[in-house]
Each structure stands twice: as structure tokens, then as C-alpha cells.
């Protein structure tokens, strides 16, 4: 029985066209697969490997070696949050707004809220400098954020 859907199954015989080798899908496909089941199961997983003539061990050691992945034991909220560290971002409280959501949501950097709405993650830079404090949400960067956005997202108020 196939866990990935049809929808997924479309995208990447669309996105085999682009690529000369099947190996090469591996990290498109892992993307498509968490972006739709905010994490990549190991029977997603075995069903890659399967796609691309590779042992579901290597599917495995390519999500390992990139943190960005998630399997179904630490699934991602329905919003990836993540927190600016860089310097810039230091010297205008972004270690204490850290802090002050960690301590808000009862959360620590990789976690996900109890409500599944929120997974709070930090980053090294998000080249938004001007804006600092600022942070990611999914695809969104918002600039000097403040604490209280932060609980909002995570509350499911957006």
C-alpha cells in the first residue's frame, strides 16, 4: 500500500524530467513529503527508496545528515518558526525573545507546541538584517518581531 499520494506521485515524474539521474530526486522528493505530512515517515521513506532504485538505508542517511528533516516520532507544526540568531539579530534581543517564547510556550529550540500549531526552530542568519529581530515563518520572513506574535502563531492566531 503506497503512503504517498498521487498528488506527490505527479510532482516528481514531473520534477525526473529536470534531473539525469533518480538519485538526484532524493532531496526534492523528501521536501515534497514533509512539506505535505510535515515530516517523512519511515514507510515514505522505504516508498523513495523504491522510486529511486535505493535502499531505504540511503534515503535515511541523506534525511539524518540535513537537520531540516523530521520523521513521524518529531513531526513539525502546522507553522515552522524560526528565530534569527545572528549578530545582528543578538545585539537587537534576539537570545531574549529566544528565551522569553521558550519560556512563554514552554518550548526549547526544535520543539513543537502541545496544540501541533507551532514547531519553534532558530536559525544562524536569514539575511534580513535591517529588520532585527526577525524570523521565518514557513516561507514568510517578518521583520522586528516582538514575543507576543510569536505566542500568537502558536496559539493558531495568525
Not at 35 to 53: K, P
Not at 68 to 80: M, N, T
Not at 119 to 145: I, K, Q, R, S
Request: glycine share 6%; aromatic share 4%.
Amino acid at each position: 500500500m503506497s503512503v504517498l499520494p498521487d498528488s506527490i506521485k505527479h510532482q516528481v515524474s514531473e520534477l525526473a524530467k529536470r534531473y539525469p539521474h533518480k538519485q538526484a530526486l532524493t532531496l526534492p522528493i523528501c521536501h515534497l513529503v514533509q512539506q505535505e505530512s510535515r515530516c517523512v515517515s519511515r514507510a515514505a521513506m522505504v516508498e523513495i527508496a523504491e522510486m529511486l532504485d535505493l535502499a531505504p538505508s540511503q534515503i535515511h542517511d541523506t534525511l539524518s545528515f540535513y537537520g531540516f528533516f523530521r520523521d513521524e516520532d518529531r513531526p513539525l507544526g502546522r507553522k515552522r518558526v524560526w528565530i534569527c540568531r545572528s549578530l545582528p539579530c543578538m545585539l537587537r534581543g534576539s537570545e531574549e525573545l529566544l528565551t522569553e517564547v521558550c519560556q512563554r510556550l514552554h518550548l526549547s529550540p526544535g520543539d513543537t507546541t502541545d496544540n501541533g500549531e507551532m514547531t519553534l526552530e532558530v536559525a544562524e542568519c536569514l539575511g534580513a538584517c535591517e529588520g532585527a529581530p526577525c524570523m521565518l515563518v514557513d516561507d514568510e520572513l517578518l521583520l522586528n518581531v516582538d514575543a507576543d506574535q510569536i505566542v500568537q502563531l502558536a496559539e493558531g492566531n495568525s
